[in-house]
């Protein structure tokens, strides 16, 4: 983004997404630039254990779809 310093960041997760968070937040990579972060219904024990497959789940799946419904059934 070519930024010169960070902009106020506010990070949100649900779910799993809340665990990504609490994850990322906690290392304070982002420095002051945090305000706070939300987590919204998160699973915490599920969704920690789902983030140690996420990254295969990743790379196996299709750069591109042919249409939304093949990406639909895909998911």
């Known amino acids: 983004m070519s930024w010169t310093t960070l ?10 997404g809340g665990a990504v968070v609490v994850d990322f937040a906690s ?9 706070g972060y939300a987590v919204l ?5 599920s969704a920690m ?4 497959h996420m990254e ?3 790379s196996n799946r299709p ?3 042919p ?7 895909w998911q």
């Open 49 to 52: 254990e789902a983030l140690g």
């Open 27 to 35: 290392r304070a990579l982002l420095g002051a630039a945090v305000l």
């Open 41 to 45: 219904d998160v699973v915490e024990g």
């Open 56 to 58: 295969a789940y990743l």
């Open 67 to 73: 249409s939304l419904a093949s990406a639909i059934e």
């Open 63 to 65: 750069s591109t779809f």
């Open 7 to 16: 902009p106020d960041i506010v990070l949100v997760g649900h779910s799993l």
